[in-house]
């Protein structure tokens, strides 16, 4: 008899991140964006916080996990 297990503890705190991080774009995005002084500079201010991101994971990574 195969047993599947639908629910498995080790998966879940990949489950929450992946759920929160998917739930926060549009609902974090817009209030910063409306509380800029220039939201018109909110796709600078995106790309430059998402480049400081992915550098800081990148090098990380790179340092052998």
């Not at 759920?19 to 509380?35: H, K, Q, R």
């Given at each position: 008899?195969?047993?599947?297990?639908?629910?498995?503890?080790?998966?879940?705190?990949?489950?929450?991140?992946t759920?929160?991080?998917?739930?926060?774009?549009?609902?974090?995005?817009?209030?910063?964006?409306?509380?800029?002084?220039?939201?018109?500079?909110?796709?600078?201010?995106?790309a430059m916080?998402?480049s400081?991101?992915?550098s800081?994971?990148?090098?990380?990574?790179?340092?052998?996990?």
């Amino acid at each position: 008899v195969l047993r599947y297990e639908f629910f498995i503890w080790e998966t879940l705190p990949l489950y929450a991140t992946t759920t929160f991080y998917s739930m926060e774009g549009i609902n974090l995005v817009l209030p910063i964006e409306n509380s800029l002084q220039k939201p018109r500079k909110s796709y600078f201010v995106t790309a430059m916080s998402m480049s400081a991101y992915c550098s800081i994971v990148l090098i990380y990574g790179l340092s052998g996990y």
